[in-house]
């Protein structure tokens, strides 16, 4: 099992940045494609970011390709969201997932993954 725990959100102007943090706490971290979504009032959740287990392939969702950079830390458990450039658009909760049982081409399904942090508010004013 998995136990994730968000942080690093908050409010900043357009154009600025934010560092997300997902501490992960499990045996099983190390061995599961992570995710990071969102979901913004009265819209549906979204993919944003993921990463395989090793670390060396990402996945991004058009709308934050360029901008957010997604890397993980398997020595400290822990997986990390850079976001750059940030538009009022970007604002939402931010919530980490570990895809634990599916291979990571299905990286973006988030009706799959098996474990979801508490989220993290992050709100961009223009």
């Known amino acids: 099992q998995v136990h994730l725990v968000e942080s690093g959100g908050g409010l900043v102007e357009a154009g600025g940045s934010l560092r997300l943090s997902c501490a992960a706490s499990g045996p099983t971290f190390s061995s599961s494609t992570m995710g990071w979504f969102r979901q913004a009032p009265g819209k549906e959740r979204e993919f944003v970011a993921a990463?395989?287990?090793?670390?060396?392939?990402?996945y991004y969702a058009d709308s934050v390709d360029g901008r957010f950079t997604i890397s993980r830390d398997n020595a400290k458990n822990t997986v990390y969201l850079q976001m750059n450039s940030l538009k009022p658009e970007d604002t939402a909760i931010y919530y980490c997932a570990a895809l634990r049982y599916y291979p990571n081409t299905y990286y973006s399904r988030g009706d799959l993954y098996d474990y979801w942090g508490q989220g993290t508010q992050v709100t961009v004013s223009s």
């Open positions: 990463i395989n287990v090793r670390g060396n392939s990402a």
